[in-house]
């Protein structure tokens, strides 16, 4: 697809197969009409904002975008970093810091690590662009419209109580998924202690599960990379684009080195660093193993006593050993032509080999 769909924030949704909701809308002309509805309230969104863009200041856009999303949770906490919303606004996450801080200054928001509490929401009306009026305005009057569609439908959601139970069976399946997933999950807090880990994530670091709370993550480590790692840890926790690292895993009583790949995450509270081990060990030996054979061939290839070379389908001369360099250079030396550049040979085979004489090809 040409667009992805980023969840913002966490919470529950209900969903339904796509065939059944085509199905729907072919034979449900109420629904069919609050669907459109939607689409046309999220166009006008999107023409505004590029409206938008182009005319206000980041400090009016950024009171739009909390004023938008606040409403759409229902909620004057909002789980977010500085950097999604640079992404969202699309500008540099120091401006967007910068604008929060004047907003904290003046009382609207108070803002921590990884979340913002708005606290005078007509404050930062009084300080957001005319687009949040108008989007705002267009958005009630088609629901509005589509209001009396409601009643047409009847709907079949399930009791509070059995709500209560799904969710239940729901998170259990969560749950197991994560304790039985064949990479590691961890945990870190800011002083890279153990918080969580999941059953791969103990095996990974040779720790039982029952002793990970509070343990020292760095320990685990070689002490060559530790430095490696506390540096990515903090990058992670102060919302930087960095977002995985490979580390050396220390050898234990019963394990051999191994390498890691990190990729992390910052948590909900910007206090909890999540991380995915992911064991790299036979891919980079087998990577170093190949990088070894090729050093070795072209060891070999340069000690030749013989004139060597290769040709791609075109018949151009892609690569030669010395011995073969080292010839061409001094016919070219002799007829005072330049010297042959041994790192980009794009030339006919066919006009070489006069100059080769009779050598062998490989």
């Given at each position: ?94 401006s967007v810091t910068q604008a929060l801080g004047k907003l904290q ?161 910052l948590g909900e509270d910007g206090q909890e660093c999540q991380l ?87």
């Open positions: 697809m040409n667009h992805r769909v980023v969840v913002q924030c966490a919470g529950q949704a209900y969903r339904m197969p796509a065939h059944v909701f085509l199905e729907e809308l072919s034979h449900c002309q109420p629904l069919q009409q609050l669907a459109l509805c939607c689409v046309q309230a999220l166009i006008a969104q999107m023409a505004q904002s590029i409206v938008c863009i182009g005319h206000h200041s980041v400090s009016e856009r950024l009171c739009n975008w909390l004023l938008f999303n606040s409403d759409a949770l229902l909620s004057v906490q909002l789980h977010v970093t500085h950097e999604m919303i640079a992404n969202m606004l699309g500008v540099r996450r120091e200054a003046d009382g609207c928001v108070a803002s921590g690590r990884g979340r913002i509490s708005i606290l005078d929401r007509d404050g930062l009306v009084t300080r957001v662009c005319e687009c949040f009026t108008q989007v705002s305005q267009e958005t009630h009057r088609l629901f509005e419209r589509a209001g009396g569609l409601s009643d047409t439908f009847s709907w079949s959601l399930p009791e509070r109580s059995d709500i209560s139970a799904i969710s239940g069976q729901g998170l259990q399946k969560y749950q197991d998924a994560y304790d039985f997933a064949p990479v590691g999950f961890v945990s870190l807090d800011a002083k890279c202690r153990l918080l969580q880990t999941n059953l791969a994530g103990a095996i990974t670091l040779g720790i039982q599960r029952s002793q990970t709370q509070a343990a020292d993550f760095l320990s685990c480590l070689s002490a060559t990379d530790r430095d490696i790692f506390s540096a990515f840890h903090q990058e992670v926790l102060s919302g930087k684009c960095r977002r995985h690292c490979e580390v050396r895993l220390q050898a234990g009583e019963h394990r051999s080195e191994r390498i890691l790949r990190i990729e992390a995450t995915v081990l992911i064991d790299v060990t036979e891919e980079r030996r087998a990577l170093a193993q190949t990088l070894e054979r090729e050093h070795q061939q072209q060891e070999m290839l340069a000690k030749q006593p013989y004139m060597l070379w290769f040709k791609d389908p075109q018949g151009h001369l892609i690569s030669a050993n010395a011995r073969l360099i080292d010839g061409v250079n001094r016919t070219l030396d002799e007829a005072g032509l330049e010297k042959l550049d041994a790192q980009n040979m794009p030339w006919q085979f066919a006009k070489a080999a006069p100059m080769l004489s009779a050598s062998p090809e490989a």
